[in-house]
Structure formats: structure tokens, C-alpha cells
């Protein structure tokens, strides 16, 4: 089957929400490699002629998109490619024991979801099952998963995580690297003067992330550096253009996890095209192209605060870094790379499988 073949047969990008932003930069990035995609709401039909559904995330619950394949007759159902950018539970707990939790924790989804379609059940079991529905998130995705690829409907799952991906793999779910990476849409080239020694960017709300910026910023201020905070509380969260500016405008972006085994190089790809000089918290190798050292810093949390002062101080270390990290970033790390990676490994299984609906 040839790429004309495969892009007769539409492409169905996923919208989480209504202002779906990233939607549309996966749809531009399909449309820039020769497919022609439309978007799909969670809470509408899939399009008619759709040969494939992309999605990314989950940025809500997997099973109301894989409801969607409930009723259709086998030989018409579109495949299902998913990118995970979440992360899995605690890597300490033996895999037996995640996957039973997995498990049972999407059992709870799957039986809220029937619950409520023959009638509603009574106050106490809908409070009850409306707590444990809305708790172990990244137990119900893994769950989700196995069960959307025992039912044959998810037949692409990537992962932006290498660990992750190896993880599922020897586990038996088939996975696929496909690393998160950078977009033109995210980054520009706007001369600005580097204004700002260092920004953070995200929330506050976890308990550790608290305690280790906090700290950091403490001992900065004591040298008379401060963060720029885009973390809602003291300054609004930064998107689109306005992220771009002051990514422009910062020397140093700073990041730190959840976890300590969280896959958060998201930042990186918007920092290191933008040519901030990315300082991180010491980080499990996700994405074994970014090398410290090379494309970034890092350090133990209580020595961020030190890794900061110097290359504050040392600008010309520091645009070695941020140079070697732009050209990852914009040539090999790249959404188009990894979308084309995920479009490549669902038309070998259209072929491997049939031509189904669509085509």
C-alpha cells in the first residue's frame, strides 16, 4: 500500500477540548507530510472515511474515545494511534503489582461508565464511584491501554518516554519511542535582550516541586538573582507568542519534576529553541538524545541553585550549550519527526492487517 492509498483514507485528529491548541499543531505537522486530516470532538461520531485516529495524552478519559469503536461492525473500524506524554505510577512497585492496580483501576472507569448508561445508581455508589474515578490517573491510563489493545482497537501506542516505552514493551503492550520535541509554532529567532536570569514555567501545586524551587530561589536571592514565576500564583501561565518572548528573553529556564522518575522534557522543547539555556534537576534518561552537559545542566536539586550562579557567570559555557541544544531541537527532535514515525508504524499495520474502513 502506498502513501497515496493510506491518505485517501483520512486522518482524524483528536481534540481533547474545545481549544484544543495542540491539535491543530499536529494537524498542521500531518498536513506538512503529505496527509490531509480533520478533527474530531471527544463527544462526536468519528468522521466518516476515517482510516485512522491520532490522539496524544490523554488529556482526559481514554475510554469515552474508545467507546467510540462500541457498534461498529469489526471490518469498519478505523485504527487507533496513540501518543502517550503521561507518566507511569511509581517505578519502584513491581510490575505485577502496577498491573493489577492498572487493571482494576480501569475496571472502576469502565463499570462507572456502564453504571450511568442503564440508569443511575444509587447516591452513596455514585459518590463512591465518582472518588475512585477521579484518583490513581496514571494507573487508569496504563489499565486503559491494555484494555484498548486487547480489544483489538488501539493498534499503535507510542510513548515520548524511552523507560516508559521499554517498560510496556517487555510487559507485552507494543510500544513505540516517538520523543516529544519541538515546533516552529513554538519557537522564533526574535533578537531580544536576555533580560531575565532565570524563568520558571509551570505549576506549583506539588508538594516537592514547592520545596526544591523554593529553596532554589532562596538561595538565589541571596545573590540578587530572581525567578520570573509563570506559575499562575505570582505571574500568569505563558502560552503562544507571549511563552515565545519570554523564552527569548530568559537566560536560564529552570526544571524540575514531580517525581523524581518524571519524563518532563517537555520544557526542553520549548526552551532550547527559543536559546535558553535549560538547568534541570538530575533526570532519568527519557529521551537519551538530550545529553547533559551537552544540550543541558543538571544537578542535584540542592545544587541547582549553584549550577545557575555559574553559568550565569560564564555566558560564553553557556551558549555552547544552548547552540548544541537549538540544533537538536530543530533538526532532529521534532514533532514531525515523531508524527511521522507513529503515521509510518500504522500504515505497516493497515498493510499487515488489510485494508479496512476508509479505503
Not at 212 to 232: C, N, P, S
Not at 286 to 296: K, T
Not at 332 to 345: D, G, R, V, W, Y
Request: charged share 25%; proline share 5%; glycine share 6%.
Amino acid at each position: 500500500m502506498d502513501r497515496d492509498e493510506f491518505v485517501q483514507g483520512g486522518i482524524a485528529v483528536l481534540q481533547w477540548s474545545e481549544n484544543d491548541g495542540l491539535a491543530e499543531i499536529v494537524a498542521n505537522e500531518l498536513t506538512c507530510l503529505g496527509y490531509r486530516p480533520v478533527f474530531m470532538q471527544l463527544n462526536s461520531p468519528i468522521p466518516d472515511d476515517t482510516a485512522t485516529v491520532l490522539s496524544y495524552g490523554p488529556y482526559g478519559k481514554l475510554l469515552s474515545l474508545v467507546r467510540k469503536w462500541d457498534g461498529l461492525p469489526v471490518a469498519q473500524w478505523p485504527l487507533l494511534a496513540h501518543w502517550n506524554t503521561e507518566g507511569l505510577p511509581d517505578l519502584r512497585l513491581p510490575w505485577p503489582v502496577m498491573r493489577a492496580i492498572a487493571s482494576a483501576r480501569s475496571w472502576v472507569g469502565r463499570y462507572r461508565e456502564g453504571a450511568a448508561g442503564q440508569g443511575s445508581p444509587k447516591s452513596a455508589s455514585r459518590r463512591l464511584l465518582a472518588l475512585a474515578d477521579s484518583r490513581l490517573l496514571r494507573f487508569r491510563w496504563l489499565g486503559d491501554y491494555y484494555y484498548a489493545a486487547r480489544k483489538g482497537i488501539l493498534a499503535v501506542l507510542a510513548d515520548s518516554s524511552a523507560i516508559y516505552t521499554e517498560l510496556r514493551r517487555a510487559h507485552g503492550l507494543p510500544t513505540l519511542f516517538a520523543p516529544w520535541g519541538s515546533t516552529p509554532n513554538w519557537y522564533a529567532d526574535l533578537q531580544l535582550e536576555r533580560d531575565i536570569d532565570v524563568l520558571w514555567m509551570g505549576n506549583r501545586q506539588d508538594r516537592r516541586r514547592r520545596r526544591i524551587l523554593a529553596q532554589v530561589r532562596d538561595e538565589l536571592k541571596q545573590h540578587g538573582v530572581e525567578i520570573y514565576m509563570a506559575d499562575d500564583e505570582e505571574n500568569p501561565y505563558i502560552f503562544g507568542e507571549e511563552r515565545t518572548q519570554l523564552l527569548n528573553r530568559a537566560k536560564i529556564t529552570l526544571n524540575v519534576t514531580r517525581t523524581w522518575y518524571d519524563d518532563n522534557f517537555s520544557r526542553f522543547s520549548l526552551a532550547a529553541p527559543n536559546r535558553s539555556l535549560v538547568i534541570s534537576e538530575t533526570m532519568l534518561p527519557h529521551c537519551p538524545a538530550y545529553q547533559p552537559g551537552v544540550h543541558y545542566v543538571e544537578s542535584a536539586p540542592e545544587e541547582l541553585a549553584g549550577a545557575i550562579l555559574y553559568y550565569l557567570r560564564h555566558a560564553d559555557e553557556r551558549a555552547r550549550i544552548v547552540e548544541s541544544a537549538y540544533q537538536l531541537l530543530t533538526t532532529e527532535l521534532t514533532f514531525q519527526n515523531s508524527i511521522a514515525a507513529i503515521m509510518e508504524a500504522a500504515e505497516k499495520v493497515r498493510k499487515f492487517h488489510g485494508l479496512r474502513r476508509g479505503c
